[in-house]
């Protein structure tokens, strides 16, 4: 059974940290990008002087722990009118315990932080009702079928509410083949997590495939140099037994010192194999003959 980041099908609360908090407001939330440490400061600032309040009892909890949108709505409106107090001099909660920035709550940062702090509480409701369709399904093409339904990613537009749901299906995409490859590349052994990505195999853009885009037998974990070489078709892996293909763009560099160091020693090397999907045979033979790039 797949395990991931919020949790599994027994779960009944949402697992919420700081880090989490980071990560999506730059991933999934592009208008919050450059805002995501700044927001990550607002809530620590909150963490200060929320104690000193009598209001919304937070039973010891850090807001980064806070997963219930209930009590994040209270903290909102409780919030913005401590900020109106501050911003014309009256006392307030921000008089109490020992806030880092007086600035924060003063051009109501703390309130946004707070706003986001629910997107990513909701978010996390969302990974929980994911995780649930994977732990029920057995076909792959269910789960993709399913999981597109639920993140609601069936349009093609740019607009911001498509591109959201598109982010939170690859991040979730992401998640489950991690989770399949156990945080592994599956050609170097690499178990840092900023360093993985998921390689669809046939690519996202292809749009006579929609709906295989979140199935977990399209996904392989690769480091992040591998996952460009394989999206960009520079490498390829072998539908008979998983071993990996350079292209002959890839082999005209073999003289280059850092040839044999990156890539010589990746070919014909066959890929650790995950622990419940395989990379789909079928998925593997398209992807060689349509995105390899030489023989």
């Known amino acids: 059974m797949l395990r991931f980041v919020f949790g599994n099908k027994n779960d009944k609360s949402v697992i919420m940290t700081r880090q989490g908090f980071i990560d999506f407001n730059i991933r999934l939330s592009p208008e919050n990008s450059r805002k995501a440490s700044s927001y990550a400061m607002a809530i620590r600032i909150l963490d ?5 309040q009598s209001v919304i009892d937070l039973h010891g909890q850090s807001l980064f722990e806070v997963s219930d949108v209930a009590t994040i709505d209270e903290l909102i409106e409780l919030v913005r009118i401590e900020q109106a107090k501050m911003r014309h001099g009256k006392k307030s909660i921000f008089d109490y ?14 309130s946004a932080a707070l706003k986001s702090l629910k997107q990513y509480a909701l978010y996390g409701q969302e990974v929980m009702e994911a995780d649930r369709i994977v732990a029920e399904e057995a076909d792959p093409k269910t789960i993709s079928k399913k999981l597109i339904t639920h993140f609601d990613i069936t349009k093609e537009g740019e607009d911001k509410e498509s591109q959201t749901k598109r982010r939170k299906g690859q991040d979730y995409f992401r998640r489950m083949i991690l989770a399949n490859y156990g945080g592994r590349c599956a050609l170097t052994g690499i178990d840092i997590p900023q360093l993985l990505l998921a390689s669809h195999i046939i690519p996202w853009s292809d749009k006579s495939h929609k709906q ?18 394989f999206d960009k078709g520079l490498i390829t892996f072998s539908p008979d037994d998983y071993s990996a293909v350079l292209s002959s763009a890839l082999r005209e560099n073999e003289t280059k010192d850092y040839y044999d160091k990156h890539f010589g020693c990746i070919d014909g090397q066959k890929l650790t194999m995950p622990t419940e ?18 023989v």
């Open 48 to 52: 200060e002087v929320l104690p000193h």
């Open 97 to 110: 315990g020992q806030p880092s920035q007086s600035s924060y709550p003063l051009k109501s940062f703390c």
């Open 212 to 229: 295989d885009r979140l199935n977990p037998e399209n996904g392989i974990c690769l480091s992040a140099l591998y996952d460009k070489a």
């Open 277 to 294: 999907y395989l990379p789909n045979r079928e998925f593997l033979a398209y992807h060689r003959e349509k995105v390899f790039v030489g």
